[in-house]
């Protein structure tokens, strides 16, 4: 598929609006920790396959150092986001928590602006405002 960066990102959240209410259907009756485990198993699998057949032999081993740590980083990242999440899910309504999980939106703009130096505009702000508080608005409905 030839995709820009804006097609890719709305497969995500096509995607990761399905996981919320695919992932509250499946963690009915399973402790919330098992059902992330099963969860980072697929993903493990489909990932390394695809790794596997699309990227060349020899950059399996040609990782550096530095981009090793931050990517097993944002690994433990993913999996500690994923049992709140999956927890957040077991114990409420789908319609709420993902919205509250949303707020990973502005997040990562503070997060941007603190560490990679990427200029907060007013507009930014602004959109960021707004998801804050629509996440909260579909949060306490």
Do not use: H
């Not at 433990?76 to 999980?101: H, K, M, N």
């Amino acid at each position: 598929m030839k995709f820009g960066w804006v097609g890719w990102a709305l497969l995500s959240a096509l995607f990761a609006g399905m996981t919320a209410v695919l992932a509250k259907l499946g963690i009915a009756g399973v402790n919330s920790n098992l059902a992330t485990a099963i969860r980072t198993t697929v993903i493990l699998v489909i990932a390394w396959s695809i790794a596997l057949a699309t990227v060349p032999r020899a950059q399996l081993v040609q990782i550096e150092g530095k981009t090793l740590v931050f990517l097993v980083l944002s690994g433990i990242a993913t999996g500690l986001s994923w049992l709140c999440y999956f927890r957040a899910l077991q114990l409420g309504e789908a319609s709420r928590v993902a919205p509250i999980d949303k707020l990973s939106v502005v997040f990562v703009l503070i997060f941007a602006a603190l560490f990679l130096g990427e200029r907060l505009s007013p507009a930014s702000i602004a959109g960021a405002a707004l998801v804050a508080a629509g996440a909260i608005l579909l949060a306490v409905q």
